[in-house]
């Protein structure tokens, strides 16, 4: 099983990062949700083996369209921000983001420069994250701009858009892959539930009384409506954060071991996906939560004691480089079609940046997914979330730590020498 998902990259960073003053505007329609649905496409391979997500605009693929200001002028800079621990703590906004973000856009409501929020997260498609961040920002945030750990299996398309696949995850996986374009996928719950006694503690389970998680289930019901389970799965794909880790470890090592099809022995293990593989995250509780990667370990762990073959597994996210030059293959996009005359093109020589600044709480994440991606890649540490300490990390120290969001973008503007709308 090829692991390029996990691969390091030797690109060595760039330190010689002069400040080049540069403006972007751009004023959204007011039915700039129908930008939201508009669209991503597979784009040339890239180095972790699979199609390179680009961004296009809604107007190429068929969507609503986006208007920009004509006085556009290359921009030298872009932002990645991570969302759990910098912006927000669970729903509410940290590190004064509202301000901070809306200092990236001038009274119009036009961004002043391209960014991007760049999060292992995820569990509901990108329109409806970017939707929420709207609400809880204050600002308009399009699609494009929201990458989460699952964006990059949209990349996996070609290769499994007509297969049979399981996914898994809180949030609604099945309707996130649908989206994507696959069409016979099924969550992990549905696919248990049409096995008598495959969760031999199911019945003492009662947490799915709850409305909202009923409503979800509803939607996922619906996608997966049409489908055979009796048929062998292709793929598993942890999407997001499993909710029932004991029936999730129990069921995907039965898919696993089995070569896809349940009853069967010793078959050849399928492809198994992770979106991410963070070991904690900060969430609304005070301390550190057991992320993806913790489950992924745990898995493994089990998988490993009944099985005579180690886990195969691909893991995306960060830290992973592909993941950072996608972020700045999105962010020249975002950048080309806000110009005059480029909205629609497939211009190959799109604009470059000086700067790329990675904004996040975690060092073995957010800083090293940005040292390890190089130049033009500049890593800003917040106290905000995972880290906390005083001193810059030991094993991974970025190249500026600060206490809050907003003085990591106080510090990106005042360092950029550009004019920006003050509050």
């Known amino acids: 099983m090829d692991k390029e998902g996990k691969k390091k990259s030797s690109?060595?960073?760039?330190?010689?990062?002069?400040?080049?003053r540069g403006q972007i505007k751009g004023k959204i329609l007011e039915d700039w949700k129908e930008t939201l649905r508009g669209g991503w496409k597979r784009g040339d391979h890239d180095e972790c083996g699979a199609s390179a997500i680009v961004f296009a605009t809604a107007a190429a693929s068929g969507g609503g369209v986006a208007s920009f200001s004509t006085e556009a002028v290359v921009s030298s800079f872009g932002i990645a921000f991570d969302i759990d621990g910098v912006i927000l703590r669970g729903t509410t906004p940290i590190g004064n983001s509202r301000r901070a973000l809306r200092r990236l856009y001038d009274d119009s409501g036009a961004m002043n420069t391209p960014f991007l929020f760049l999060t292992n997260g995820g569990g509901i498609p990108e329109s409806r994250r970017a939707s929420e961040l709207s609400d809880l920002l204050g600002v308009k945030i399009l699609a494009s701009q929201v990458v989460q750990g699952h964006s990059p299996f949209r990349t996996l398309l070609k290769r499994y858009e007509n297969?049979?696949?399981?996914?898994?995850?809180?949030?609604?996986?099945?309707?996130?892959?649908?989206?994507?374009?696959?069409?016979?996928?099924?969550?992990?719950?549905?696919?248990?539930?049409?096995?008598?006694?495959?969760?031999p503690v199911a019945q003492y389970k009662r947490w799915t009384t709850n409305q909202e998680l009923n409503c979800s289930r509803n939607s996922e019901k619906i996608v997966s409506s049409h489908i055979d389970c009796s048929q062998k799965v292709k793929a598993a794909f942890v999407v997001s954060d499993p909710v029932d880790w004991g029936r999730d470890i129990q069921v995907l090592c039965d898919i696993l071991t089995s070569g896809g099809v349940l009853g069967e022995e010793n078959g050849q293990q399928p492809p198994l996906y992770f979106a991410a593989d963070d070991l904690q995250y900060q969430a609304a509780f005070p301390?550190?939560?057991?992320?993806?990667?913790?489950?992924?370990?745990?898995?493994?762990?089990?998988f490993n004691r009944i099985h005579d073959k180690p886990l195969e597994y691909t893991s995306f996210g960060k830290p992973n480089p592909f993941v950072f030059s996608n972020a700045e293959r999105i962010l020249r996009h975002l950048l080309q079609f806000s110009s005059p005359g480029n909205v629609g093109t497939e211009d190959v020589s799109l604009p470059s940046f000086k700067t790329l600044y990675m904004i996040g709480d975690n060092p073995l994440v957010d800083v090293k997914g940005a040292q390890q991606a190089g130049y033009p890649w500049f890593s800003i540490l917040t106290r905000t979330?995972?880290?906390?300490?005083?001193?810059?990390?030991?094993?991974?120290?970025?190249d500026m730590v600060v206490d809050t969001v907003e003085d990591a973008v106080e510090f990106i503007l005042k360092r950029e020498d550009a004019s920006y709308v003050v509050d």
């Not at 609604?172 to 049409?194: D, H, N, T």
């Not at 301390?287 to 089990?302: C, D, K, Q, T």
């Open 11 to 20: 690109k060595e960073k760039g330190n010689n990062l002069p400040p080049r």
């Open 163 to 199: 297969e049979f696949i399981v996914a898994t995850g809180k949030g609604e996986p099945a309707v996130v892959m649908s989206e994507y374009g696959f069409k016979r996928v099924i969550s992990l719950e549905e696919y248990a539930s049409q096995f008598k006694n495959i969760d």
């Open 287 to 302: 301390s550190e939560r057991l992320g993806m990667g913790a489950f992924r370990i745990a898995l493994e762990s089990v």
């Open 385 to 398: 979330g995972v880290f906390r300490q005083r001193e810059n990390h030991t094993q991974y120290p970025a």
